[in-house]
């Protein structure tokens, strides 16, 4: 039977229900009308009893009455809810898009009366070049290209102008303010962006932060098999920070976190470890999406770069209290990309004794020269780093780490290249094709993790 036939059904249940509860009421009330209309005599009795059973009868038929029209009400507004998701649904429900098929990949748009429809993507560079999409009779826009190489990739199309969500993709990604639909091409390094049969846990956690007379929310990535009874077994923490723009959400949505530590830690390459994503905003509470608005009254750091002492006076204490986790230098490590690179390199060099680990990734503090900064000294702000390297030569690792396109490179290799004349050990560089995007900066987080708390 069709939905519109079962609403049908459901609503001739109500009117029976409701002509039943009318027939005995108007039984009763011609009888009682009869009562009062006439003098009393021994032939009441027969009319008194037949009023009494008439009210029994009414007292029931409410009871049996009322539960048929309740039932029948309930079925009536899950049928038309249901039928209103059906409908609400409807317009993408023969499009596919995007479609992996071979070595092609096609997007389909819904929009007839539209003129001009294009794919803006990102292995495309975004409005370097779009995707000219062609309308078929059906009013379904659609264009079939080659499949760019592995990797997590994002888009949205461009509809007479304006830009839109792909409504048959359920994959949406969030980075800061723009919105964007993600695909996924499988092979290769991509395949750590995948689910993983041993998956752990991300928890959203509040917490109170001194600093600023405020609570405020984080990310905590937790691996498979954590059990928080269990006392016993202790996790390593890497403090995972993002970048201008970005919130606590970044890491884990756009840099596919849980996915990677998942796979690296379930085929051995990375030891099992807990991961926390903060909100490197001083001013944010949470992620704009909240919808809370931002503290005015903060606290006045040095610069953008150096505002998050937060991390070790109220993040690190909270994970150690509420965590089971190893608390000396050699279980912790920090690491961000761009702002939150920055950041790490404030908090690592200036806490040695804290964190034995940083990872820094496309940093806009030391490449500042390219987006129009004053020239990084890192001896000018942790005097005696180059002078006197032995207060700061103490990490197991310093990964560093930047796009082959990305203007912040050279400024990258200039500092990798002071530390190796001053004898710093543990320090990694590695450089990826890719300008200043998160395709770099997931292949530095899958990098990282493998080399720390060995």
């Known amino acids: 039977m069709h939905k519109?036939?079962?609403?049908?059904?459901?609503?001739?249940?109500?009117?029976?229900?409701?002509?039943?509860?009318?027939?005995?009421?108007?039984?009763?009330k011609n009888i009682s009308i009869e009562l009062l209309c006439r003098p009393v005599d021994s032939k009441i009795f027969p009319k008194l009893l037949s009023l009494q059973q008439n009210i029994l009868k009414y007292n029931t038929m409410m009871k049996k009455s009322f539960r048929i029209i309740t039932l029948a009400m309930a079925f009536v507004a899950c049928l038309s809810a249901s039928a209103q998701e059906a409908n609400s649904l409807a317009f993408r429900a023969g499009t596919r898009s995007p479609e992996l098929k071979n070595d092609s990949v096609t997007f389909r748009f819904v929009a007839p009366k539209a003129r001009k429809v294009e794919v803006s993507a990102s292995w495309l560079g975004y409005n370097a070049a779009r995707l000219q999409m062609a309308q078929g009779q059906d009013g379904v826009w659609s264009v079939t290209v080659p499949q760019p190489s592995p990797e997590l990739y994002t888009y949205t199309f461009l509809v007479d102008g304006v830009s839109v969500l792909d409504p048959a993709n359920v994959m949406v990604q969030r980075d800061g303010s723009r919105y964007m639909n993600a695909l996924l091409i499988p092979g290769g390094y991509a395949d750590a962006y995948a689910e993983c049969s041993k998956p752990g846990n991300v928890e959203h956690v509040w917490y109170y932060s001194a600093e600023n007379n405020m609570t405020r929310r984080m990310y905590v990535y937790t691996p498979y098999g954590y059990d928080r009874n269990n006392k016993k077994v202790k996790y390593p923490v890497l403090y995972l920070l993002h970048g201008g723009g970005g919130d606590e959400d970044a890491w884990s949505t756009l840099g596919r976190t849980a996915q990677i530590l998942d796979n690296m830690i379930a085929q051995g390459k990375a030891e099992p470890m807990i991961v926390v994503m903060p909100n490197g905003n001083p001013n944010q509470y949470a992620a704009q999406t909240l919808g809370i608005p931002v503290k005015t009254d903060v606290k006045q750091y040095a610069s953008g770069f150096d505002n998050y002492s937060s991390l070790v006076a109220d993040i690190l204490p909270y994970v150690e209290k509420n965590y089971n986790v190893i608390k000396n230098r050699k279980g912790r490590a920090v690491a961000g990309l761009s702002m939150g690179g920055g950041q790490s390199f404030?908090?690592?060099?200036?806490?040695?004794?804290?964190?034995?680990?940083?990872?820094?990734?496309?940093?806009?503090?030391?490449?500042?020269?390219a987006i129009g900064g004053e020239p990084f000294d890192a001896e000018k702000l942790f005097p005696g780093m180059y002078s006197s390297p032995a207060k700061y030569n103490k990490f197991d690792v310093i990964y560093l780490a930047c796009g082959e396109q990305d203007n912040r490179i050279d400024g990258m290799k200039d500092f990798k290249q002071k530390l190796d004349q001053n004898g710093y050990k543990g320090v990694v560089w590695e450089q990826y094709p890719g300008a200043h995007e998160w395709k770099v900066w997931r292949r530095n987080l899958a990098a990282f993790v493998q080399l720390i708390f060995k």
Do not use: C, E, M, W
Request: aromatic share 14%; glycine share 8%.
């Open 4 to 28: 519109p036939q079962l609403i049908s059904t459901g609503i001739f249940l109500l009117y029976i229900a409701t002509a039943k509860l009318l027939k005995f009421s108007h039984t009763a």
């Open 346 to 369: 404030f908090i690592a060099f200036r806490n040695v004794d804290v964190f034995a680990n940083v990872g820094i990734f496309s940093s806009g503090l030391i490449g500042s020269t």
